[in-house]
């Protein structure tokens, strides 16, 4: 049945049920046409452990009642052992939650209202699991649309970044400690109360599980697609985000897949109809002409777009946090960045220059070097973004260029080749690249960093041999930038970078002699290459606010101890469902600290409350945990506690000791 523009009257499920082939339970919402069993419709799945029916509410109310007009099924699964599903979850994207995801691909196939085709649809975690079912080929699966996902589980997640240890493993564990050990709602479930205290006895402390494997091993290369990608036979379309953490997936995805398509906007880490920095985009319309071309045969012109559309953002003065990012939409035909020409830039003690000269740099950075670095992922629409570099610059190495003489277009991976010895056998080195206004102020335009024990890949890291040369490679984050003519390039190394990574245990000494910048620059465009639609969304979700969300950041300095803190305070507000009553409310706190000359002195905590209401039934979990270390193990300490009705019903300790591994 052609529907052409004619919307459909559509139906809700709150709480349709599937069920596993051992009998787990998994409830999904589903917004479908009325009359899809007469005319039966290609399935939309999203499939996530974070709550559909008071986490990711708001974005499912935007986006999949418009599909479900145009004619699909819009299923959202809560994974097992999350929201209102029954069953245990054990990790993140383990062959459970993909096996499991196949049975639910399979089951909606089947159902009388589909059509027999499936496309996955996901940010981050559904954009994960999109293209990992997508490797294993299920038959019914025909498109994938994968939003700020990875293609490495081990080198572009949350994880580590270049061998490097990042904080946001401790940061994002906290955030799943308190996630998943949510109760379901109790309007859903008669035994919502033995659900959620398995949950509970059962939750894992996912930290303690991430750093027992320091090296890109066996279970890293589980769920990263790169290890065979001609395993993913659906179509798919790759989006990405400048301001997201997840930027190098998509130019990886395109160049890698047949039929691939690639846009990369100026976002953070939100689908882009309702993301920011502006300009947003017409997402849906996008997403509609994939899903209709894929799933329903349709002629819907995907075929001939460009294989990348990316936003080439002007040169912007430092701010911790933009609503809109001028530039312009560039594309490339065929392919997405690896064919966009280098030039080559050398460090000499005079600066960056076009032609070799002498380099004898040292690189000795305090320990809070990093202080401006932002949040690794931004998230949360606070303060997150990087800050004016100066403050870090002067802690580093930095190498500029002269005023340049026109403008320069960077499109696709910088990467920084250098030669180096360390005084000690651990190290690690950041490297940005930089725009320097001519007043001095410094907007980050990329950066990347290296666990130098890692120098020659991630599964078999080694020490250095203090005071021997070395020559290694930084790869830069994937970016488009303009930098205006009688602006500076900057190259700044360090090495240490908090509270991004976590610090080599011993405060070292980097020696330079030697180091180029390979900089992709593409030709100067003065217009929009492409234009997309207008943003368009469905009606959003209704609530009552009861607490105003806030998001705040705070650095301190202990003038007697040399202690240097991050605080961050999200508080995501506190609503009443309109339609169904629930309440809901969550505040999330960290604190990151450390002395500038005691790399061992580096301390994480995370601190999140999460509340449910309904019908007088108040139940509270309060999620605590903390990581520090020595020089020769990772500590972790945890602590869950579950109130009803205000009364301690659960709590339970975690507490873990690893052994560094190169790190």
């Known amino acids: 049945m052609s529907t052409g523009n004619t919307l459909r009257d559509i139906e809700e499920d709150p709480d349709f049920g599937i069920t596993l082939s051992d009998g787990c339970r998994l409830s999904a919402r589903i917004w479908r046409p009325r009359d ?11 499939y996530l452990p974070y709550r559909k029916r008071d986490g990711t509410t708001a974005r499912d109310a935007l986006t999949l009642p418009w599909f479900a007009e145009r004619g699909y099924a819009c299923v959202r699964v809560d994974m097992r052992g999350n929201g209102d599903s029954e069953g245990l979850m054990e990790d993140e994207y383990t062959p459970q939650e993909l096996s499991d995801a196949v049975e639910v691909i399979t089951q909606l196939a089947a159902a009388k209202w589909c059509n027999g085709n499936v496309g996955m649809m996901g940010i981050s975690w559904g954009g994960f699991n999109g293209l990992q079912v997508a490797a294993l080929a299920p038959e019914p699966l025909k498109a994938v649309i994968t939003l700020c996902s990875t293609v490495d589980r081990y080198a572009d997640d949350i994880h580590y970044k270049g061998g490097c240890l990042l904080n946001e493993n401790l940061g994002w564990g906290a955030t799943m400690w308190s996630y998943s050990s949510r109760a379901p709602d109790p309007a859903l479930r008669d035994n919502w109360r033995d659900l959620w205290l398995q949950r509970l006895e059962n939750e894992p402390f996912l930290p303690s599980v991430w750093l027992r ?17 001609s395993a993913i036979k659906a179509k798919v379309l790759a989006i990405g985000g400048w301001g997201d953490a997840y930027k190098n997936a998509v130019p990886k995805l395109v160049e890698a897949l047949p039929g691939a398509k690639g846009i990369v ?8 109809h309702f993301a920011v920095p502006e300009p947003r985009i017409g997402f849906l319309q996008e997403a509609l002409r994939w899903w209709d071309h894929w799933l329903k045969g349709e002629n819907s012109g995907v075929e001939d777009d460009p294989d990348y559309r990316a936003y080439l953002m002007d040169g912007a003065r430092p701010a911790r946090w933009y609503t809109e990012r001028p530039g312009r939409w560039i594309v490339e035909a065929d392919g997405a960045t690896s064919h966009i020409p280098h030039r080559t830039l050398h460090l000499t003690d005079q600066g960056l220059s076009d032609t070799p000269g002498k380099l004898d740099a040292k690189v000795a950075s305090p320990q809070d070097c990093g202080a401006e670095s932002g949040e690794y992922c931004a998230i949360w629409l606070g303060p997150e973004m990087p800050g004016d570099q100066r403050g870090d610059d002067a802690m580093s190495a930095c190498f500029d260029t002269g005023p340049l003489d026109h403008d320069t277009d960077i499109l696709g991976a910088a990467r920084v080749v250098l030669r180096l010895a360390s005084d000690q056998p651990q190290a690690q080195i950041a490297v940005r690249l930089s725009h320097v206004h001519p007043d001095g102020a410094t907007t980050r335009i990329t ?4 666990n130098l024990s890692h120098r020659d890949g991630p599964a078999q890291p080694s020490p250095l041999e203090p005071g021997a040369p070395y020559e290694v490679e930084v790869m830069l984050d994937q970016i488009a930038y303009r930098v205006p003519q009688g602006h500076r390039l900057r190259v700044s190394i360090s090495n240490s970078y908090w509270p991004l990574i976590w610090p080599a245990p011993v405060a070292g000494t980097l020696t330079l002699d030697r180091g180029e910048l390979q900089l992709p620059v593409r030709r100067t465009t003065r217009q929009d290459e492409y234009r997309f639609q207008p943003p368009v969304a469905a009606d959003p979700w209704e609530v009552e606010t009861l607490r105003e969300a806030s998001n705040n950041r705070y650095r301190h300095v202990n003038m007697v101890t040399g ?6 305070e999200d508080d995501f507000g506190k609503v009443r469902d309109a339609d169904h009553g629930l309440i809901s409310g969550s505040i999330a706190r960290e604190r990151w600290t450390i002395q500038p000359d005691n790399p061992l002195s580096a301390r994480g905590d995370c601190h999140w409350t999460d509340e449910l209401e309904r019908e007088g039934i108040k139940l509270r979990t309060e999620t605590t945990c903390l990581m520090w270390s020595d020089a020769s193990n990772f500590y972790l300490s945890a602590r869950l506690e579950a109130y009803e009705n205000d009364t301690l019903i659960y709590e339970r300790d975690h507490s873990d000791q690893i ?3 190169h790190v």
Not at 213 to 229: F, I, K, N, P
Not at 447 to 450: F, K, N, R, S, W
Request: glycine fraction near 6%.
């Open 36 to 46: 899809a069993e007469a005319h039966p419709v290609p399935v939309i799945l999203e």
């Open 213 to 229: 494997h320091q090296h890109r091993d066996a279970y890293w290369q589980h769920g990263s697609v790169c290890e065979d990608y």
């Open 265 to 272: 906007g100026p976002w953070v880490h939100k689908y882009p």
């Open 447 to 450: 950066y990347g960093v290296l």
């Open 563 to 568: 202690l240097v803190s991050l605080v961050i």
């Open 659 to 661: 052994a560094r591994d």
